[in-house]
Structures are given as structure tokens and as C-alpha cells.
């Protein structure tokens, strides 16, 4: 199935297109969500989220890009509201023990194993995620679709609505951050 | 630190989980069904049947009132009797039996 009769027949609400859709993407979606989120379940609601969002919205698609980029787009969308409204969660949790609510035990977020990463490098790898966590949303996000989904500058352009140099900057700025908090870790 | 910064190179892609497919498609369809719950609300038949609650709750209220009107009309009647009574035994006079002096 080509992009146009992928995209014809989940207008058309079609189950089989519907279908292949997830099973081109998945992975895809999934890997994005989960180096974002850093959460093997959070990770699988936004990837359903997604999916959702792209049968609803495939009307409004107007295809100045790419299928996959606008799923992309969605991903990182759905992923960064997820991780926001974890924090506030935590900012309201934090309220209501300062008034004597909410007992609840505050449980630290344990340290993310990617499932991709070999054996040798989880280590290494697992303080670079938590140094990801981090970084602001773009640079995150830049860094994530490039070294994650491999992602060339201009194809993390597309995604972003912006400029490759634009990239260039976040990218070069993303590594001076993560430099700064590994030094502070190890310090 | 480059080593750190490196770790994530040849690293390969993290799958979805088994039968993602079909727990989406039960997300779906759960999905589905709560909106249908929530739509019977919104037919015409309740719309309709709401709208002449309203109204009937507006006649009560407006004849209602038309009832306490007419009480005090009744009210006001009752007053004009009483003044006049006291009006013939002089009970809303001001003078008093301490004007007594006044006479002489």
C-alpha cells in the first residue's frame, strides 16, 4: 500500500488501512514516546494516543508533508502533554503535603533502561537518559528524534516546523546542557 | 564524558509490545461505547421534555406570585378596617390623657 492509498483508505475509515498504518509505525512511535517519557507504559498510551488521534484526524491531514512526519509530530505532541502533566501531578502532590495531605509515599522515578541499547553501554546510557529528562522540551526532542530514531537535521526540521539550522543550534546547545549536568552528577 | 554522550549510537529501535494492535482496538472500541452512553442525553426527545420542565416551573412561580398578590390585597383591605376603627375610638390620636392641662 502506497502512502496516498494508505491515506485515501483511512479517510474512508478502512480497517485494513487502519491496520497496516499501526504496523508501519509502531515501532516508530513507540521508540519516540519511550525515549521521551523514558516509561515502557507511559510510552504505549501515547503511543495508542496517537493512533487515535491519527484515525480522527486524518481528515485535516493536508499532506504539505510527509505521513510519517506528521505522525512524528504527533508523538512528540502527545509525549511532552504527557510529561507535563506529570509534573504538575507532582507540584499538586507536593501542595498537599505542605497541607497535611496526600501521605502517600513520593516514589523517585528509578533510573531508564533503554531495550535497545547493548549491554555494555546501559550504564553510560542510563545517566544520559536521566540528563535528558533535563534538557528543555526542544532540545530534548531534537536530540531524541536524531540519536534515538536516527533522524537526519533536515528530516528533525520537518518535524519540528523549522529550520535545519535551527536544528543545528538545538542540537549544539542539547550537548552543551547534557556536558554541564553529567559534570554535575559526577561531582 | 564523550563516552556518555555516545552511548545511544548503534543503539537499535525499542518495539511496541505485544498485541499493541489489539489493546488499541479495545481502547477503540471502549471509547466508542462511553461517548454512545453520554450521546442519549443530548436526543431531541430530553431536550424537548427539559424545556417544558423549565416553562412548567415558570408558570408555578409566576402564578404563584399572582396568589400572594392578591393577599395582599386582601391585607390592605383588612388595614383600612382596622384604621377606621381606630380612627372612631380616637386610638391613633396623638394627644394623650397627659394633655390634660391643656383644657384649663
Not at chain 1, 52 to 62: A, E, L, N, P, Y
Not at chain 1, 81 to 86: I, Q, V
Not at chain 1, 118 to 144: S, V
Amino acid at each position: 500500500m502506497n502512502e496516498q492509498e494508505l491515506i485515501q483508505g483511512l479517510r474512508n475509515a478502512d480497517d485494513t488501512a487502519f491496520r497496516y498504518l499501526v504496523d508501519t509505525y509502531k515501532d516508530r512511535v513507540f521508540n519516540t514516546a519511550i525515549g521521551i517519557v523514558q516509561n515502557a507504559e507511559d510510552a504505549e498510551d501515547v503511543a495508542q494516543e496517537v493512533f487515535i488521534q491519527v484515525f480522527r484526524s486524518i481528515k485535516d491531514f493536508k499532506e504539505e508533508s510527509k505521513l510519517s512526519t506528521w505522525v512524528y509530530r504527533i508523538t512528540t505532541t502527545r509525549a511532552l502533554d504527557l510529561l507535563r502533566s506529570r509534573k504538575s501531578k507532582k507540584r499538586f502532590g507536593i501542595i498537599q503535603r505542605l497541607f497535611g495531605e496526600g501521605n502517600e509515599p513520593v516514589h523517585e522515578i528509578p533510573d531508564f533502561n533503554h531495550p535497545g541499547v547493548a549491554l555494555d553501554r546501559k550504564e553510560n546510557a542510563a545517566k544520559l537518559f536521566k540528563a535528558i529528562a533535563q534538557l528543555p522540551e526542544n532540545q530534548k526532542i531534537a536530540f531524541t528524534l536524531h540519536k534515538l530514531e536516527d533522524l537526519s537535521y533536515q528530516e528533525v526540521s520537518e518535524v519540528m516546523k523549522t529550520s535545519v539550522a535551527a536544528i543545528e543550534s538545538l542540537m549544539h546547545r542539547a550537548k552543551q546542557n547534557l556536558r554541564k549536568i553529567l559534570e554535575k552528577e559526577k561531582g | 564524558m564523550e563516552e556518555i554522550l555516545n552511548s545511544l549510537d548503534g543503539c537499535q529501535r525499542a518495539g511496541a509490545p505485544d498485541f499493541f494492535y489489539t489493546r488499541l482496538k479495545a481502547k477503540m472500541e471502549n471509547g466508542r461505547e462511553v461517548s454512545t452512553a453520554q450521546s442519549w442525553v443530548l436526543r431531541p426527545v430530553y431536550a424537548v421534555a427539559a424545556l417544558l420542565v423549565v416553562l412548567l416551573i415558570n408558570a408555578v412561580v409566576i402564578f404563584s406570585s399572582n396568589n400572594n398578590s392578591s393577599f395582599e390585597d386582601k391585607a390592605s383591605v383588612d388595614t383600612e378596617v382596622f384604621q377606621s376603627i381606630a380612627a372612631e375610638y380616637r386610638l391613633n390620636d396623638n394627644s394623650t390623657l397627659y394633655d390634660i392641662n391643656q383644657d384649663k
